[in-house]
């Protein structure tokens, strides 16, 4: 696979990196988000299941992933139907996130490092006479450096 590098402050970092590094952030942030709602339903009505905010993180972490062990459950109405946004949100936002990064990993395995001399893109399909951003001729590559 290629990467396309970025500078980072001091860090040098591919888009690739940028990509699965947005995948954690979004799923983190959700899970935290559901987990202080889930705490803050449940714990005044269920104090006994939901008495820490870790307690409200390790049901939303299972919830989401659908693993389900039915140790910690909701008792409240508001509780069940955040449980139910959970669950669609862990069916639905999982997977498209990794679908987007196994895209990138498809896209940029095809690509062969080729210049453009006018806007300066560094990966091209292999095949490429014309660079895709600016349409300029790019130098020919022999296939030994591809």
Not at 91 to 114: C, M, Y
Not at 118 to 127: I, K, Q, R, V
């Amino acid at each position: 696979l290629r990467f396309i590098d970025k500078k980072f402050l001091f860090f040098s970092i591919s888009e690739d990196s940028v990509i699965f590094a947005r995948i954690l952030f979004t799923l983190f942030a959700i899970i935290f988000v559901y987990s202080g709602l889930i705490y803050q339903v449940e714990h005044p009505i269920n104090p006994e299941r939901f008495s820490t905010f870790l307690d409200a993180f390790y049901f939303s972490v299972v919830t989401m992933t659908t693993v389900g062990f039915g140790d910690v459950t909701p008792v409240s109405e508001w509780g069940r139907l955040l449980t139910v946004f959970m669950i669609l949100t862990g069916v639905a936002l999982i997977p498209w996130q990794v679908g987007d990064l196994i895209k990138r990993f498809l896209k940029t395995s095809n690509q062969v490092e080729n210049t453009c001399s006018s806007c300066g893109l560094a990966f091209h399909d292999g095949d490429a006479l014309f660079c895709k951003r600016c349409g300029a001729k790019l130098p020919q590559v022999s296939p030994s450096l591809q």
